[in-house]
């Protein structure tokens, strides 16, 4: 589910980007950065970096601990409300992605 959501933001940086190379450059940004950055143990953006893409695939890390969010006085665990963030964010990916394709010409 994840890895379809960051395929589509793969093809929407893609298909903003002029330059193909300036379009692999960004996309590799935002997949490894989070993951070298957590190597080097910097602890203030640990959480940031928790919910990207690239932990989102590894989805082992989110039953390590049992986590909830408070969301309107209702306790939801933490794998549902990340599932439900970014299966949002990724419908709006393909919304944006639309009219985008739609108005590509084939060559």
């Known amino acids: ?3 379809i959501g960051f395929a ?3 093809i929407l940086i893609s298909s903003l980007s002029k330059n193909s190379m ?3 450059i960004i996309c590799s940004i935002i997949f490894f950065v989070p993951m070298i950055l957590s190597s080097f143990g910097i602890s203030a953006l640990e959480n940031f970096f928790r919910y990207g893409y690239i932990y989102m695939m590894q989805v082992d890390q989110f039953f390590l601990d ?3 969010f408070n969301i309107f006085g209702t306790f939801v665990l933490e794998p549902i409300v990340v599932s439900i963030v970014f299966v949002s964010v990724t419908i709006i990916f393909a919304l944006l992605l639309h009219p985008i394709q739609k108005r590509k010409q084939v060559s």
């Open 1 to 3: 589910m994840f890895s």
């Open 8 to 10: 589509i933001c793969i």
């Open 22 to 24: 300036q379009s692999i």
């Open 66 to 68: 049992f986590k909830v």
